[in-house]
């Protein structure tokens, strides 16, 4: 006789009074999320272990706290390590393309952008004042007439050297003019052409040493115009620096101890010097440049060149960043080259570069949901990259993918000193150990967070704490402690284990939210045990329609269902549909037909593939059990048949292949099964039963059914023993069982499942190979010796032909 479930064991309840409180305001709340020791151990290692690699991925199930839990040890460790520095673009004067990073103390970025910035301001101001200084007009004026000196010079020299040889000198538009004199007057071409041979000859000479003459004081001039002009340019740039090195001398002194500032200064000195035209320009000329779209490194007015782009401002920080990266685009983490358009064309400068994700926790911490960064094109692989290399270069789309081949910015690389979290579930994380072989290199540690917790040894007081927590975090009202009770019984329905408690803190924190909703509609000042049964009731209530709709299609009878009576080769099934966080059980016919054959047992939903590869599994093992126990010593002579009925998606899992079992056996036997009994189970090659999930909804699935039908006293569900200590089935089922209304009967082997089903004796194989008559055993054997005589007559025919 086998035993019925007490109704005691059939859902664990929390007794409140074991919480000692009240309410939850009287619990000190707790500082973590509980449960996650393993994980929270993990982080903490990882962070605190400085060796390259030992970057951490947390994975588990979504809800589980994972963010929570993360975050809280990343920012409590953060705020006691040092502040990162600040980093800043300037300008490279040398190849501006490719524009410097510096590395400032925290906050500097900011006091060096407002020092250029003023610089440029002195210098609008102190350059003019010294190119219009009395020294300077000076200076000017005495080169300007040292030029006309030596023209001058050049000039008399030319005419006294003409006069010597009778030869008149003019200048014309034309350039110089000569021709022969004679008592100071010009020779006529007819008193020329007049002069003897030899005296022509003289003057056509004469006139050619003059030509030269003027040849080469024409040729002197650039040359002293070049010196002149040298000389100013020489005279502009120490005017320049002079100005310049006075007011940029306090920045150095200022600077001093930043060895890279005062590089970086000494080029714009340079820079300043060689073009201080571009400062003495107009502002009216400025603005005229940057609508034409001028932006080049020389471009006249254009100076931008003398901007600090800080990319990196750590001045407000306190202590290490913490930064939780929602998008992880490859700008969203390695920065962006921005572009701005003048008159139809894209520009940019060293000034448009911004930063990233990784500039911002470099030096802190980085938190990366990894379904998100593995999405973005090129994310990951520059990720890895620059955790590879330990720098961060700033790079658009297009040149990671290839696509354009125009001229762009190449920012200096930052150098990285950051660590990365990444959170995923587990399915992700084993994925991707076994296809991307650069995980264990950059990800050395696992925080594997769990999906539940342990009721025992304290375990509903620490939930409770937590519920106290989130009360206080969320602002909601505090939880009598009936209802947290009742609260913690849900979180162990969730868990699928009546010993367990459900981690799922999203989960958790919507229930304490809508029980608060529901407390203050009700007018109470804390939440009762009503109000959290208001808002579980409520939940399913706005997720159940499939339930519903499936329920009143079987009490229609579009579903069929038997409830009572006995069938041959029919058994009620249970499964359950999983709609993320509903879930709801319906009982399922499966039928087996037997007939002639060589023992095989097919599987329908697997031919027409709407079985999966465990339930196919499933089926094979019954092969198994049945050739195991009745075809030691002979071949099988049957096939038979699995199904279903009216099952029109598809079918995984192994939790019917006990059902399976019990319907094969009652049709190769032709023994009736109970359709007032449900059963669910999973069974291995020996018979044996073993445990399943979702076995409440099952069970109340079953019991609903029978509920609406009307409840005879006869109807239950047979569960595996080792399910028995999970059950956390609802009020109404373990009332009904406490009244006799219905059971739940748990079993160990197929062999107990038949004699509930079947209402006739097992039988256990005797020392001659035979099992008692009138068994269920007895009756299956004897049908096999039919069938295996049936299938030698059939044979006999066909050996005499």
């Known amino acids: 006789m086998i035993e019925r479930a007490s109704w005691k064991d059939l859902r664990r309840r929390c007794d409140a ?9 009287e619990l000190e709340p707790i500082g973590h999320v509980v449960g996650q020791d393993r994980a929270v151990r993990a982080i903490q290692f990882g962070v605190q272990m400085r060796r390259k690699g030992y970057n951490v991925f947390a994975l588990g199930p979504t809800g589980s706290g994972r963010h929570t839990v993360v975050k809280d040890i990343l920012q409590t460790r953060a705020k006691d390590e040092p502040v990162p520095p600040d980093y800043v673009y300037v300008n490279n004067f040398a190849d501006p393309r490719r524009p410097n990073a510096l590395r400032l103390p925290p906050g500097k970025g900011r006091a060096l952008e407002a020092d250029m910035k003023k610089l440029v301001e002195d210098l ?10 009395d020294q300077y007009r000076a200076r000017r004026e005495a080169l300007e007439k040292e030029l006309e000196a030596k023209q001058k010079a050049a000039a008399e020299a030319l005419k006294a050297f003409a006069d010597e040889r009778s030869v ?5 538009p034309g350039g110089f003019a000569v021709a022969p004199l004679k008592d100071g007057e010009l020779l006529p071409l007819e008193a020329l052409e007049a002069l003897p041979k030899e005296e022509k000859a003289r003057i056509e000479a004469d006139l050619e ?22 000389k100013v340019r020489e005279m502009d740039r120490e005017t320049t620096r002079t100005a310049a090195g006075h ?6 002194e200022g600077w001093k101890v930043e060895a890279a500032v005062l590089t970086y200064l000494d080029a714009v000195e340079d820079d300043v010097v060689e073009h201080a035209q571009d400062i003495l320009r107009p502002k009216e000329m400025d603005a005229a440049a940057a609508l034409m779209g001028k932006n080049g490194d020389h471009d006249p007015g254009d100076l931008r060149r003398y901007r600090v782009n800080v990319v990196v401002d750590n001045g407000d920080t306190k202590g290490a960043p913490v930064i939780m990266e929602d998008h992880p685009t490859v700008p969203d983490l390695i920065g962006r080259i921005e572009h701005v358009s003048r008159l139809g064309t894209l520009t940019t400068d060293f000034t448009l570069v911004e930063a990233g994700s990784l500039h911002r926790a470099n030096g802190g911490y980085l938190v990366v949901d990894v379904l998100k960064v593995i999405q973005q094109p090129y994310a990951w692989e520059e990720l890895k990259r620059a955790l590879r290399a330990g720098e961060i270069r700033t790079r658009g789309l297009g040149e990671l993918a290839g696509i354009l081949s125009t001229v762009s910015l190449e920012p200096g690389p930052i150098p990285l000193d950051v660590k990365v979290v990444l959170i995923g579930d587990r399915r992700l994380f084993y994925l991707l150990g076994r296809l991307e072989p650069e995980l264990g290199e950059h990800f050395k540690v696992a925080a594997d967070f769990e999906d539940d917790m342990s009721r025992e040894n304290g375990g509903e007081h620490l939930f409770a704490r937590l519920v106290a927590r989130l009360a206080d975090e969320r602002e909601l009202a505090h939880l009598t402690a009936d209802a947290t009770a009742r609260v913690v019984e849900a979180s162990s329905r969730w868990a699928g284990d009546a010993r367990k408690l459900s981690t799922n803190m999203r989960r958790l924190s919507n229930l304490l939210e809508e029980a608060g909703y529901w407390a203050e509609h009700a007018g109470h000042t804390k939440v009762e045990r ?13 997720l159940d329609r499939p339930h519903e709709r499936m329920r009143e299609a079987t009490t229609q009878g579009l579903l069929r269902v ?23 059980g319906r009982p399922t016919r499966i039928t087996a037909q037997v007939r002639l054959g060589r023992g095989e047992v097919v599987d329908i939903e697997r031919e027409v593939d709407l079985g999966g590869p465990i339930h196919s599994k499933g089926v094979l093992i019954l092969s198994g059990f049945m050739g195991g126990r009745y075809g030691r010593l002979k071949p099988l002579a049957f096939s038979a048949s699995l199904g279903f009925e009216q099952s029109y998606g598809g079918v995984e899992g192994d939790s019917a292949s006990m059902a399976e079992l019990c319907a094969l056996l009652s049709a190769v036997g032709e023994v009736p099964i109970r359709q007032d009994v449900a059963i669910t189970g999973s069974v291995d090659q020996h018979g044996r039963g073993q445990a399943v999930g979702g076995v409440d909804e099952k069970v109340e699935g079953f019991f609903e059914l029978c509920q609406e039908r009307g409840l005879t006293g006869t109807q239950g569900v047979i569960i595996p023993k080792s399910n028995l200590a999970q059950l956390m089935l609802k009020d109404e089922v373990v009332e009904a069982v406490h009244e006799g209304r219905f059971s739940v009967w748990p079993v160990e082997t197929v062999d107990e499942a038949l004699e509930l089903l079947t209402g006739l004796p097992a039988g256990e194989r005797g020392p001659d190979d035979r099992y008692p008559p009138g068994s269920v055993n007895a009756r299956v054997a004897a049908r096999l010796e039919e069938l295996a005589q049936a299938a030698k007559r059939a044979a006999e025919p066909e050996r005499r032909t």
């Open 530 to 542: 009503a109000d959290v049964q208001k808002a579980l009731d409520e939940q399913d209530a706005r």
């Open 17 to 25: 009074s074991s919480l000692g409180i009240t309410s939850t305001d």
């Open 124 to 133: 609008r101001a102190a350059l003019p004042a010294a190119f219009e200084s």
């Open 209 to 230: 040493q003059v030509q030269e003459r003027i040849k080469d004081m024409l040729a002197s001039v650039p040359r002293w115009q070049k010196e002149h002009r040298d």
């Open 247 to 252: 007011l940029l001398k306090p920045l150095r």
């Open 168 to 172: 008149g000198v003019a200048h014309t």
């Open 562 to 584: 038997e409830t009572e009576g006995s069938r041959v080769g029919q058994v009620n099934a249970l499964s359950v549909l999983d709609l993320g966080e509903y879930r709801f």
